[in-house]
């Protein structure tokens, strides 16, 4: 009987695109989201993305010492893979972006794969009223905002982590990155097998559409072949569907309430743990299995949680 494959489901357990007036489920201070996060561990997610808060504004943190306050807490009380933004905030310098998995040495962090706008403006469309001042200015202020990941700073973060051992999740926002990944490849800076997260439907980067997803597929097959793993976010209300999608496709997926904030149709998710849920529902029903957290280290040979510094 053949082995069924399995699916690493990433949770990303609050980011940096939203704030906290868009949703009360989405966790800020860090009990909430050491709580979140063991939650969508117990419902199936192999991987933690995370990122941290200001406990008092819920504006992005990405000290060391905003990480310190929940990363022992959590692999203290789960097996999960801890994977540590690099991305941060789009407003941040590249040293201060990498500074907690330089420091804490993660088994994954994130790298983004190159420069785009990043707009999240039109969500002041949607959100009139705000609890914090920063909220309504960041949103405007994306207007006029390069998210800049040149190859000076991706070489940089490379760089950074090369004695860690810490593999990445290789965040891809269009075609093009997939390419500036092969880059690095080609020159021996990266290793496979590539972790290769496609992200969909920020504004400035690919679409949505299922076409959008099936050329993301092919180019990746194209470049690397057998050397990667590949997985997908879909942003705001395509989040399930390109799960789905990259499901039937042979892809790993990711969920999680800085991907977006639903549940469904007008129904904000009430935590991390309901959107793994879903996606898991989706997964199974495909007639596929969930990777447990040792199966996702196998798959994207991680180096283990006793090599982590926190």
Request: aromatic content about 8%.
């Amino acid at each position: 009987m053949a082995t069924t494959r399995k699916v690493v489901i990433t949770c990303a357990v609050t980011g940096a695109i939203h704030t906290p007036s868009m949703s009360p489920h989405l966790p800020v201070t860090p009990d909430e989201i050491i709580a979140d996060s063991l939650a969508a561990a117990e419902a199936g997610a192999a991987i933690l993305h995370l990122h941290a808060r200001n406990p008092e504004n819920g504006r992005p943190d990405q000290t060391p010492e905003a990480f310190a306050r929940f990363l022992p807490r959590i692999k203290q009380q789960t097996n999960a893979v801890v994977n540590i933004t690099s991305g941060g905030s789009p407003f941040m310098k590249v040293e201060e972006r990498v500074k907690p998995a330089e420091v804490f040495k993660p088994e994954v962090a994130s790298l983004n794969m190159g420069s785009i706008n990043f707009g999240l403006f039109h969500l002041l469309d949607r959100y009139k009223e705000f609890k914090h001042p920063w909220e309504r200015e960041f949103l405007e202020s994306t207007r006029d905002l390069v998210f800049r990941n040149s190859f000076k700073d991706i070489e940089y973060i490379l760089k950074t982590c090369s004695n860690n051992n810490t593999r990445f999740e290789f965040e891809c926002y269009d075609i093009a990155h997939l390419y500036n990944l092969k880059h690095f490849l080609d020159r021996g800076l990266v290793k496979p097998p590539l972790f290769v997260q496609s992200v969909f439907g920020i504004l400035g980067g690919i679409g949505t559409h299922a076409e959008d997803v099936m050329q993301m597929k092919r180019t990746a097959d194209r470049l690397f072949g057998d050397q990667y793993r590949w997985s997908v976010l879909g942003a705001g209300s395509a989040q399930m569907r390109i799960a789905a999608m990259a499901a039937a496709m042979g892809g790993n997926v990711r969920v999680g309430l800085e991907d977006s904030l639903w549940a469904g149709p007008g129904r904000l998710a009430t935590s991390n743990a309901e959107q793994v849920r879903i996606a898991r529902s989706i997964i199974e029903g495909l007639g596929l299995a969930i990777a447990s957290p040792d199966e996702a280290r196998e798959i994207l040979q991680l180096k283990g949680a006793d090599q982590v510094a926190f």
